[in-house]
C-alpha cells in the first residue's frame, strides 16, 4: 500500500508501519540495528549515557530534594522517591537508546494525568468541588494557566489590566509566575513547550497513543489553519468583550480541571460545548487519527505559541539526502506539521512543537533535531542533546511536581479510602 | 560566513539551558519583577474595581467601590457598582444589612441596598435613573458584597 500524496492533504499513516519501513529502509541499501532503534539512532555505552544523565542526576537531586534532607512522612517520601527514579530512569534511556518520543511521551502522559489527580484533588480539598462560583472569581481565586495568555495581551497593553479572575501575585498559579514560566519555557523550547511543559497536551497524546492504526486517515490541510482562526477570533472578542473567551467557552480541559458552577442556561450551555469538544478533541478524535487533534487543529494557544518557534535556536530538519520519501514522518507527526511541501523544504511547518516522533520513527535517519544557524548533516546527536537538557529539565522539573502530588493522592486513597485528607 | 553562523547558533542554543535554570530558581524574583514592572492589575470587571469611600458602622464595614465602566478604548455605557460588608475582627455580619449609596460622588444617595445576611438575594431602592438593577449577590466568606448595575452617566450626556 502506498500512502497518497498530495499537497492538500496530511499523509495517511501506513497500514502496516514496520514492514513498509523497512521495505524502504532495503529500497535505500540501509541497514537497521538489531535494537530496533534504526540507522539514524545510535545506542551509547551504558557508560556515556550514564555521564550524560549525571547533569539530570544533579539537577533533580538538587530541584526535588531542595530542603536537604526527605521528607519523615512515608505518603510525601514515597512518591518523591519514586519520581526522582522515574524521571532519572526516563532520560537515561532517551540518553542511552537514542529514541526521544518514546520516553517524551511517558513522561508527559504521566505529567497530565498526575496534574489532573492532583489539581481535581485539591480542589476538592479547598473548595469543595471543581465548581468555581462568582465568589470565587471575585476573590481571585482562579489558578492562571498558560492558554489564558494570547486574550490578555491587548486588554493588558491597553487598559493595563488582565482580564481574568486571579491573582496577579501570591496564591496557587498566579498570574506573574505562570507568565515568567511561560516567557522561559518559550524563550528556550518554542512550541516545544506544546511537547515538553503543556500539563494539558499529555492527556490527547496518550489518548493517541491507544490504537495500533488509525481509523481515520485522511485530514484536509485546511484544517491545519483553524487554530489560527480560532485565536484571531479569540484575541479580538476577548479584547472588545474584556472577558476570557476561550475561557469561557471553549476550554476543552475545563472538563478535567474547573468550571463555572451551572447557574444558568448560559452556562449550562457552556459546559455543554466544553465537555463536548473535551470528548471530541481529545478523546476520540485522538483515539481515531493516532493525533493531537485539539492541539493540531484546535488550540489556539498551539498557533500562538508557533511564532515563538522563530525566536528558538531549535527545528526539526530533513536531510533530503538520506530521505526516501517514504512518508513515515507525515504520517506519524502528532500535530500535522510535516507535509510534502515542508518535507521537500527539508524543514517542518511552524506549528512543530519538537516531541521527535518523527525523528524516531524515520528509518533512514533524515530527520533530526537542529541548532539553527548550523549543518543540518553531521550534527544530529549534539543538536539533540543540546535540545534534550532544557526540554527534559522543564518537563521534569515543572511535571514531577503533578506526578508526586497523584502519587500522594493515590497513596492516601488506598491507606485512608480516600483521597481527600 | 558558516563557521560564524555554527558558531553564533550553537552560542544560542547554550543560552536554553541557562534560561530554563533561571526561569524555575529565580521564579519568584522574576515574577515580582514582572508584576512591579508592568504594573498590571486584575481587570474590574473581576475584582470589582477600587475602593472610592469606606463607610464604619458598629461591628462592620462598608467598602464603595468606583463604579467599573472600563473598556478596551474609553468606557462602556453600562457599568456596576461593588458594595461589600466587612465584620470587625472576631466578629459576624449582622442578619440585616442596608446601606444608601452615592455612586456619582454628588453627595446625594443614588439607591440603598439591602441585604440579609443568609439570603442571596438582595433589596434594591433607586432614587437615581442611573441604577438598574442587582447584578448578583456574592457570598465572600465573612463578609458579603453585591454588585448593582448601573449606567454611564458620562455616556447619557
Known sequence: MTPSISTDSISPAPEDPKPYASRKHAASGATSSPDGTGPGKKKRSVGKAI????????????????????????????????????????????AWTGRTDRYRAIFFVTMAVGFVITFISNLVEVRGSMALSAA??????????????????????????????????????????????????????GRGFCSWGCFFGGLEDGFSRLRKKPAIRHIPKKWTYLPYGVLIAIVVISALTLAPTYCEWLCPFKTVSEFAAVTSFKVLVQTIIFVSLFAGLVVVLPILTRRRTQCGLFCPMGAFQSFTNKVNAFDVRVEKEKCTDCKRCEAVCPTFSLDSDSVSRGTTRISCTKCGK?????????????????????????????????????LAVFGSGMIQGALYRLMLLATTGSMIK | MRKLKSILGYAWALTALPIILATFIGMNVWAKGFAGLTGLEISPWYSGGKSAYVVSHEGYTTTVN?????????????????????????ASLPDELSEAIDFD?????????????????????????LVVGVREVLDLGKERAVRVNVLNPKRRQ
Open chain 1, 51 to 94: 555521564l550524560a544523565t549525571l547533569p539530570i542526576f544533579l539537577l533533580m537531586a538538587m530541584m526535588l530534594m531542595g530542603q536537604g534532607r526527605l521528607p519523615t512522612d512515608p505518603l510525601r517520601s514515597i512518591p518523591l522517591l519514586v519520581t526522582f527514579v522515574f524521571t532519572i530512569a526516563l532520560f537515561f534511556l532517551m
Open chain 1, 136 to 189: 470565587n472569581m471575585a476573590r481571585g481565586e482562579t489558578p492562571f494557566c498558560h492558554m489564558v495568555i494570547p486574550m490578555t495581551i491587548i486588554p493588558a497593553a491597553l487598559t493595563r489590566t488582565i482580564i481574568f479572575p486571579g491573582k496577579i501575585l501570591g496564591g496557587f498559579a498566579d498570574i506573574s509566575t505562570m507568565i515568567v514560566l511561560w516567557i522561559g519555557a518559550s524563550l528556550a523550547l
Open chain 1, 358 to 394: 518523527c525523528v524516531d520513527a524515520c528509518p533512514n535517519g533524515a530527520l533530526s533535531y537542529h541548532i539553527k544557524g548550523t549543518q543540518v548533516a553531521g550534527n544530529s546527536g549534539r543538536a539533540r542533546m543540546f535540545f534534550l537538557y532544557p526540554g527534559f529539565i522543564f
Open chain 2, 66 to 90: 468606583e463604579p467599573v465602566f472600563q473598556g478596551l478604548v474609553g468606557e462602556t455605557k453600562k457599568g456596576f457598582v461593588q458594595v461589600k460588608w466587612t465584620p470587625a475582627e472576631g
Open chain 2, 105 to 129: 460622588g454628588d453627595g446625594a444617595p443614588d439607591f440603598s441596598v439591602r441585604l440579609c445576611a443568609g439570603a442571596d438575594k438582595a433589596e434594591l431602592e433607586a432614587t437615581n435613573q
